[in-house]
């Protein structure tokens, strides 16, 4: 199948995806508030929608990307580069800010099904974050001279919704629980945090170097 990555990539690939995915962040925030203020329909609903954005991201990325290549593999090199030094910046981000976990608790039935998941569609598609991961990620898991590039950056989006929903399941089904458990225990927070920022900078450097040669 001509879609899929080699084996050594996609390893390393699901490594960064669920590395990300339990990096808490707005999405995640989003899920754990709407379940607990308005139930777990509510927090199923939230979380589709956030994965309906990233979706979105993949499409976007796929075809811009495929694009660019199309009109200059120097300018896919750029991106690349510039990629690496988001990922690194992403690092230091973590080490100096921590995670961002924001659970609101107010608004308890206060929210609809529906009202969640285009609430979770609208938190995905601008944060600002999400944007540059989609674009700058992606495309380090690709060659310029990959005939099947598109259909390899679709693949790598999707497979990280497809990964990720089994997990955000678990977190919803035990969501105040997960958000006590958490509160009490700071130094896990950190410790992924610190998880995040090493396996991150050494993709950037990795990158970085795999241009350079």
Known sequence: MTFLPDL????TYTIASLLLFITPGPDMSLWL????????????ASMM??????IVHTLLAAFGVSALIAASQTGFFVLKIVGAGYLLWLAVDAIRNGSSL?????????????TSFIMGITINL???KVVLFFITFLPQFVSADDPHVTGKLLFLGLYFVLI?????????????KLVNWLK???????GID??????FAFFAFKIALTQGK
């Open 8 to 11: 050594t990539t996609l390893i």
């Open 33 to 44: 508030s709407r379940t607990i203020g308005s139930g777990r329909s509510a927090g199923v």
């Open 49 to 54: 929608g956030t994965n309906v954005g990233c």
């Open 102 to 114: 924001n659970v609101k608790t107010a608004d308890k039935g206060a929210s609809s099904v529906m």
């Open 126 to 128: 601008t944060n600002p």
């Open 164 to 176: 990720n929903i089994p997990g955000a399941f678990l977190i919803i089904l035990g969501a105040e």
């Open 184 to 190: 009490a225990r700071p130094r896990v927070l950190r």
């Open 194 to 199: 610190y998880s995040f920022a090493g396996v």
